[in-house]
């Protein structure tokens, strides 16, 4: 399991490479408080999902 923050994961969305966070980990955990600040700040990720669970 890999624990990603707001930074990385707005870089590597809008690079074009989110997918590569599936070769990290086949889970990547997104904390309330990154998926937080990236709606509050409108971060659009291209193919990206977050799953809360």
């Known amino acids: 399991m890999t624990v ?3 930074s ?3 870089f590597l969305s809008k690079a074009g490479y989110f997918e590569l966070l599936r ?3 086949a889970e990547i955990v997104v ?3 990154v998926r ?3 709606y509050a700040h ?3 990720l291209s ?3 977050i799953m809360l669970i």
């Open 42 to 44: 409108g971060e659009l």
């Open 31 to 33: 904390p309330i408080a």
């Open 36 to 38: 937080d600040e990236i």
């Open 4 to 6: 990603i923050h707001t």
């Open 8 to 10: 990385p994961l707005i």
């Open 23 to 25: 070769v990290l980990s």
């Open 47 to 49: 193919g990206g999902q």
